[in-house]
């Protein structure tokens, strides 16, 4: 992983594609069925190799439109796994015995830098997320990126902007924007079959690694680039942090690289309410009725919530309720009934609900092609807006950064200034929206 600076002179010195495209990719030898030519398929680059990283690369990896030549990661453990992965993969897509065509990095700067790739999925720990965004977007790559937006409102901000002046395609990975049952829900409740919306509650996961530590590998140093690793965060000690296990997974329950299950899981049920209320397009206008209950045995590397609950206002008092006590998934209710949606199942109110045919002329949430790394794929195609664009995700993690940061300065009710960027009145709830870089990093959009 690199800084922004570094990056432009990769690019400025590139070799020439010739000698940057591995020479055992040749026309025949990706046969990924579907009769597509290796020329028309659209050639990714993976970011990030941990199991999110490889459960994503595995779907995109799927459709025979698509395929993964290069993979970066800064554990080498993580990198040699998932090369072997995609050359068994191809290897037998062709019926070969062997496939030999996967080159790794550890630094990502290098892997933007190859013309040849079309796009990358960045799968990376939160705090990781903004500078390989935004170097993609300035490089002209199209994006998958893991949700949330990024570890800061300020990041957010930034990779917007990043993205829309390029004009690349970047999907969030908010999944259930193309679950079936959550698009019905979004659109019954559009369409006015739950008559005037009365209330909207979300159930988010409560705690975190407090009762489990050790639950993920730590890698040996030598294997490990840890100074890249924790990039832009401020530094801590390798061994503080092996000790606590953080450097894979349980990373999220320290401020400097996570937010805990509350930004982890708000791009989630939280979304699907904003879209069946129809909010996408605005920003939150207040966080009320703010509480949390943090470790018991708190420090800096386990410090995030785990309780919490608050309400987001948007425009018209609009209130989405959200508390990790309330049953999980999101529940609509009105004055005709309700639905309640999470993973797995959907319950109505009556059966009406239950079995209502949604007509094809009314609005219908989520047209096109229900897969979301399909959608992705169409939409680098024809240029058309992917179903969970980062504007609109970058709002909803706005949410969880405004939520963190009334529930660390203990205030109870916060009022959010979108234009300005600021908390009103409020410096002590104000100083955890950003971070100071370490040097050399620097964020720009």
């Not at 796009?119 to 903004?130: I, K, Y």
């Not at 949606?341 to 079995?355: A, I, Q």
Request: hydrophobic share 35%.
């Amino acid at each position: 992983m690199m800084n922004r600076r570094a990056f432009v002179k990769i690019l400025a010195t590139a070799a020439p594609a010739a000698a940057l495209f591995p020479q055992i990719v040749k026309a025949s030898t990706l046969g990924l069925g579907g009769g597509i030519a290796p020329s028309n398929r659209i050639n990714f680059g993976l970011i990030g190799a941990g199991s999110q990283g490889n459960g994503v690369m595995n779907g995109l990896r799927s459709l025979n439109n698509v395929q993964f030549l290069w993979v970066c990661d800064v554990d080498r453990k993580h990198r040699e796994n998932t090369k072997s992965s995609l050359e068994n993969f191809y290897a037998k897509q062709e019926g070969l015995d062997k496939y030999k065509g996967c080159e790794t990095f550890v630094d990502y700067g290098e892997l933007l830098a190859r013309p040849d790739i079309d796009a990358v999925l960045v799968a990376t720990p939160d705090h990781w997320h903004a500078l390989p965004v935004i170097d993609a977007a300035r490089a002209g790559k199209h994006i998958y990126c893991e949700k949330p937006v990024a570890n800061t409102i300020a990041e957010c901000r930034a990779m917007v902007a990043s993205v829309e002046r390029s004009g690349v395609v970047c999907q969030l990975g908010n999944m259930q924007r193309s679950g079936p049952e959550f698009r019905r829900a979004i659109s019954l409740v559009r369409n006015g079959y739950l008559g005037k919306i009365t209330q909207v509650k979300v159930g988010l996961p409560s705690g975190g690694e407090y009762k489990n530590l050790g639950s993920s590998p730590v890698p040996d140093a030598e294997d490990f680039d840890y100074n890249r690793w924790l990039g832009p965060a401020p530094y801590r000690p390798y061994a503080e942090l092996k000790k606590n296990d953080k450097m894979h997974f349980n990373w999220r329950w320290c401020y400097d690289f996570g937010g805990g299950q509350l930004t982890d899981w708000i791009c989630h049920h939280y979304d699907i309410a904003v879209l069946g209320l129809g909010l996408e397009s605005l920003e939150v206008s207040e966080i009320r009725n703010a509480k949390a209950t943090f470790p018991s045995l708190p420090s800096e590397l386990r410090a995030t919530a785990t309780a919490y609950s608050f309400d987001a206002v948007y425009p018209k008092e609009t209130v989405i309720s959200v508390s990790s006590s309330f049953a999980g998934g999101v529940r609509f209710e009105g004055t005709d009934g309700w639905v309640h949606v999470t993973r797995g199942w959907t319950d109505y109110s009556s059966d009406r609900l239950k079995y209502m045919v949604i007509p094809s002329h009314q609005y219908i949430y989520g047209q096109g092609k229900a897969n979301h790394y399909g959608n992705m794929v169409d939409c680098i195609r024809s240029g058309a807006r992917p179903r969970a664009p980062i504007d609109e995700v970058s709002r909803v993690t706005t949410v969880a950064h405004l939520a963190n940061a009334a529930i660390r300065s203990g205030r109870q009710n916060i009022s959010w200034n979108a234009t300005a960027g600021e908390i009103t009145g409020a410096p002590d709830a104000q100083r955890f929206l950003t971070r100071t870089y370490r040097a050399p990093y620097v964020l720009q959009s």
